[in-house]
């Protein structure tokens, strides 16, 4: 009796497939299979094991010249090896070697191939130069074990350097270099993805699976956070970064931190990805748990960078909130923080200011734009408080407040919104302008929020989708407001903001310049996102903004540009939630030039999935949602007529709205159903 009882509790503990680990002693929470299997899982970049070997390795002179992983033998003083993970990796490093005499064993880390060497590149944020080296030394000849310490924990790299020091004639051989991986630490599957995306554009499904492979690296322990202030030299990853077990931070590398900025492209990706929110969660949370209790500011940053005075960051975190409801409709949160966020929005609506009734910004930091602040300040901040706004007010809603802040909210922020409209737009030109002044300048961020958000007539989005356009580079959109630098965060919002505006062919074209351009850079990851670069093709984001032209500082692996992944689930396949956890969805593929694509992923009502498939003269979609949701399908005409559309071999006519070349159709109740447009 007792013997069967053990025997099913390890029986119920191990899945059938692969027996794997979570991270140290964490429990494991996270799913163990994925959500829905097929050919797509083939583009998933996570290593099937919690344990992981390099795939080639080769010598710093012949980085061209790989071999396949194998015992390899470092020679005298000086001698290096090169070890390649094949994608972005991170997490503790165990070395099996022998030596025939005594010396140190160097290791040293890089996410891009363009580091490779004795020095890692820099994660400390001191700007004093490359991270440099940890070293396991030996006294004697015989057999070692190097592990590296756990609070010189590498969150992002692809390339190892081991190297050899010793003022002997020395020769050390090694046996067995091992990663343990320290991201996701809550799942005992690195693959069970609750979502996943593919259609006929491979480069397009590899985007998809680079963006949520960045997320898994970017949702770490929570004992694993950058050490602040920053050390003169070397690196620590040993700061505490909020509750729980996992928390989402902004890049793998570093800074290792929560930023609400990032969350606001990173988290819709996460969720039609992953499906892990434990890690949203505790990220807010601690924004909440470091608000200012006399002002109602968040914190620009979570601890221990703890960075203050961003009225845009402040606001992310009460989007952030708004999204975090809409995905997983956690009451129990919305409760425990309804207090300080309504704090917070009277804080940040104080500091609108009359006649214009506009922001007068005056907590300046933001995403790395040069300008920022001042009485109308640029349109961005309008844009993200009209869209805060009208998140709060469905928020107040979700929140059963009875003392009208909904419509409230809803007022205000139809008040900003002609505000914007009237001070901040430029006829001449035809888009924003960066603030209420007569500058020139037409900043990239605040023109895509105002498509994304709805800020905008359909005249003036027409334009501004236009207009957007004028920035782009065969490698990407350049933002004025940060000249001769291309940010896949913004353009997160860009790509969006087209597919908004009935433009997905201008979408994915600027997915395939920018996102295609890093995918296939034969220096970067092939398996993650960049942060930023620069438009002549170089990794030097940021260099003449905060970087000091540190080119290996920049993470390439950093959430707030996985844009795509969140942009072709939403916007090609067309499914998305629009009301807590899916109670109502909505279906609106778009097709550019795909012939097909389908996406799905999970809220605790069960599975959404739609499939489309298209010929030149009708198309297909098949869909899946859960029982008791209900939803409208938006769908596209093929041609110039009003199309005929079946629904499980019925011709459908009856309640169809037609409008802007699409046919809408609302559906009641949840199931499978099978539609034919022709
Ligand atoms: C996990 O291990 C860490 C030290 O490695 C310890 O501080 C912590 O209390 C442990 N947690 C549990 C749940 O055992
Ligand atoms: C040993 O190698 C290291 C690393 O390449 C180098 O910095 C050092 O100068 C070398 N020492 C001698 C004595 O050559
Ligand atoms: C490496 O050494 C450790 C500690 O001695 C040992 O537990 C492990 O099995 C060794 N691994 C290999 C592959 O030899
Ligand atoms: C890759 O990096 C090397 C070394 O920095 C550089 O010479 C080369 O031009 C880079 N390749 C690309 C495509 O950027
Ligand atoms: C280990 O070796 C490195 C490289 O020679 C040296 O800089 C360091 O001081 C040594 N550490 C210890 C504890 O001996
Ligand atoms: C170094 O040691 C190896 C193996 O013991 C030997 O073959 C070689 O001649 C030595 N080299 C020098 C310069 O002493
Ligand atoms: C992290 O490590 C650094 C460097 O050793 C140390 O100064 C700091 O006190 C450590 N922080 C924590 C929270 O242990
Ligand atoms: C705000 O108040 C809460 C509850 O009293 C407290 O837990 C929190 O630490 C306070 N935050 C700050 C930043 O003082
Ligand atoms: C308005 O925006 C321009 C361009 O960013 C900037 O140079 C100027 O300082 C801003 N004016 C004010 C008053 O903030
Ligand atoms: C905007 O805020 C700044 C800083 O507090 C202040 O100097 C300025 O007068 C304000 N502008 C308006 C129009 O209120
Ligand atoms: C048609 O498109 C315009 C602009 O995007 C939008 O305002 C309008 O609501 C759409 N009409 C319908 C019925 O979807
Ligand atoms: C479907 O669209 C109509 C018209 O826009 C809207 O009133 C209705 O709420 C939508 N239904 C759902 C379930 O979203």
Known sequence: ????????????????SAAQDCW????????????????????????????????????????????????????????????????????????????????????????????????????????????????????????????????????????????????????????????????????????????????????????????AYTLQTNEVPTDTGRQIPALAVGWANNATLGPGDTIIVDG?????????????????????????????????????NTQNNSTGAFDESGPPLSQKDSDTYHMWTMVGTYNYMLFTNDSDFLEQNWEGYQKAMTYIYDKVTYPSGLLNVTGTRDWARWQQGYNNSEAQMMTSLYHTLETGAKLATWAGDSTGLSS????????????????????????????????TLHPQDANSMALLFGVVDEERAASISERLTDNWTPIGAVAPELPENISPFI???????????????????????????????PNGTHSTVIEGYLQNGSFGYRGDRGYYWDTAYVSHSHGWSSGP??????????????????????????????????????????????????????????????????????????????????????????GVVYANETATVSVNGGGTYKVTVH
């Open 565 to 654: 992944t969140s942009a072709l689930t939403n916007f090609i396949v067309g499914i998305t939630v629009t009301s807590p956890l899916g109670a109502t969805w909505s279906i609106a593929p778009q097709f550019v030039d795909l012939t097909s694509a389908e996406a799905g992923f999970t809220t605790a009502l069960g599975k959404f999935q739609a499939a489309w498939s298209k010929t030149s003269d009708s198309y297909t979609l098949e869909f899946t949602v859960p029982q008791g949701t209900s939803g409208n399908l938006t769908l596209p005409y093929i041609s110039a007529a009003k199309p005929s559309i079946q629904i499980d071999g019925t011709e459908i006519s009856r």
């Open 1 to 16: 009796m007792r013997w069967s009882n053990i025997l099913s509790g390890v029986l119920a503990l191990a899945p059938l």
């Open 24 to 211: 140290r002693n964490t429990s494991c929470s996270g799913p163990t299979e994925t959500a829905f299997s097929g050919p797509w899982d083939e583009n998933i970049f996570a290593p099937s094991s919690r344990s992981v070997s390099p795939e080639k390795q080769f010598l710093i002179t012949q980085p061209d010249k790989t071999a396949d992983y194998a015992p390899f033998t470092l020679r005298g003083n000086g001698s290096l090896v090169v070890y390649d993970f094949g994608t972005e990796v991170g997490g503790i490093v165990r070395v099996n070697y022998s030596s025939t005499g005594s010396g140190a064993l160097g290791v040293a880390f890089t996410e891009a191939k363009d580091y490779i060497g004795e020095w890692s590149d820099s994660s400390n944020g001191g700007f004093k130069g490359p991270d440099g080296a940890l070293y396991g030394n030996f006294t004697e000849a015989g057999s070692h074990y190097y592990v590296q310490p756990d609070k010189a924990l590498r969150g992002g790299f692809r390339y190892l350097t081991l190297f050899l020091i010793t003022s002997g004639n020395v020769s050390v051989q090694i046996e067995d270099v091992d990663l343990e991986i320290g991201f996701q630490p809550t799942w005992s599957n690195l693959k069970a993805y609750q979502g996943y995306f593919h259609s006929d554009d491979d480069l397009l499904n590899k985007i998809w699976y680079s963006g």
């Open 408 to 439: 409230t909210w809803t007022d205000r922020a139809e008040k900003l919104r002609l505000a914007i409209n009237e001070y901040c737009w430029d006829e001449g030109y035809g888009a924003f302008k960066d603030n209420a002044t007569d500058t």
């Open 491 to 521: 353009s997160s919002f860009e790509i969006q903001g087209h597919l908004t505006v009935g433009q997905p062919a201008r979408a994915l074209e600027l997915i395939r310049r920018s996102w295609g351009w890093y995918y296939n850079n």
């Open 252 to 288: 793998a590398k570093r800074d290792r931190a929560v930023w609400p900025g990032d969350m606001g492209i990173a988290v819709p990706s996460a969720f039609v990805s992953l499906g892990d929110l434990d890690s949203v969660k505790n990220a807010l949370q601690v924004m909440y």
